[in-house]
T-cell receptor, first 115, second 115 residues
Framework: NAGVTQTPKFQVLKTGQSMTLQCAQDMNHEYMSWYRQDPGMGLRLIHYSVGAGITDQGEVPNGYNVSRSTTEDFPLRLLSAAPSQTSVYFC??????????????FGEGSRLTVL | AQSVSQHNHHVILSEAASLELGCNYSYGGTVNLFWYVQYPGQHLQLLLKYFSGDPLVKGIKGFEAEFIKSKFSFNLRKPSVQWSDTAEYFCAVTPSLYNTDKLIFGTGTRLQVFP
């Protein structure tokens, strides 16, 4: 029972490099989301998806792209990494459309450092 | 701007002390409310949630929270903390009954419990 799996767990990038943070869930959840966690700022929503083929922006979407081609996967792409994107990234999923009746199930996080 | 506020950034207690962590939100209308906990080295997990009904909600590990609509608050309480409660606690809100796609987090409260 894997739940929400994020890879990689740690990554160091140079400014301007691109990379993709992978997120996969095996619970057949429709809703998936990406958050970043920064000291003193809590968790901020980057992008979310209510189902395959549907994505939308959260609070801090600039610099990030997402796609949702399957129910299971929700990758987060950084096209040109900047030091301001140094953070811990969490992927989360929910069995409900939206979060009105369910809880979010979080992955273990991906720590990204941009030099 | 609409937000979720946690005014206690860092709380230090001795074991057996009582705990109350504040959470206020500024969204009007109906909201759904959550408390999540992040133990050291672990991913976030749901502590308790409120959607409707009895404003006093009981969660796991002896935690409870009270929804006071007139004060826009959802404070977390525990009568007697243990060392194992050392963690970071996040209040979260879905802004309205009809826009439940987004779960907005507060900045978090770090709780340290000493034996």
């Amino acid at each position: 029972n894997a739940g929400v799996t994020q890879t990689p767990k740690f990554q160091v990038l140079k400014t301007g490099q691109s990379m993709t943070l992978q997120c996969a869930q095996d619970m057949n959840h429709e809703y998936m989301s990406w958050y970043r966690q920064d000291p003193g700022m809590g968790l901020r929503l980057i992008h979310y998806s209510v189902g395959a083929g549907i994505t939308d922006q959260g609070e801090v979407p600039n610099g990030y792209n997402v796609s949702r081609s399957t129910t299971e996967d929700f990758p987060l792409r950084l096209l040109s990494a900047a030091p301001s994107q140094t953070s811990v990234y969490f992927c989360a999923s929910s069995p409900d459309w939206g979060v009105s009746t369910g809880e979010l199930f979080f992955g273990e996080g991906s720590r990204l450092t941009v030099l | 701007a609409q937000s979720v506020s946690q005014h206690n950034h860092h709380v230090i207690l001795s074991e057996a002390a009582s705990l109350e962590l504040g959470c206020n939100y500024s969204y009007g209308g109906t909201v759904n409310l959550f408390w999540y906990v992040q133990y050291p080295g672990q991913h976030l997990q749901l502590l308790l949630k409120y959607f409707s009904g009895d404003p006093l909600v009981k969660g796991i590990k002896g935690f409870e929270a009270e929804f006071i609509k007139s004060k826009f608050s959802f404070n977390l309480r525990k009568p007697s903390v243990q060392w194992s409660d050392t963690a970071e606690y996040f209040c979260a809100v879905t802004p309205s009954l009809y826009n439940t796609d987004k779960l907005i987090f507060g900045t978090g409260t770090r709780l340290q419990v000493f034996p």
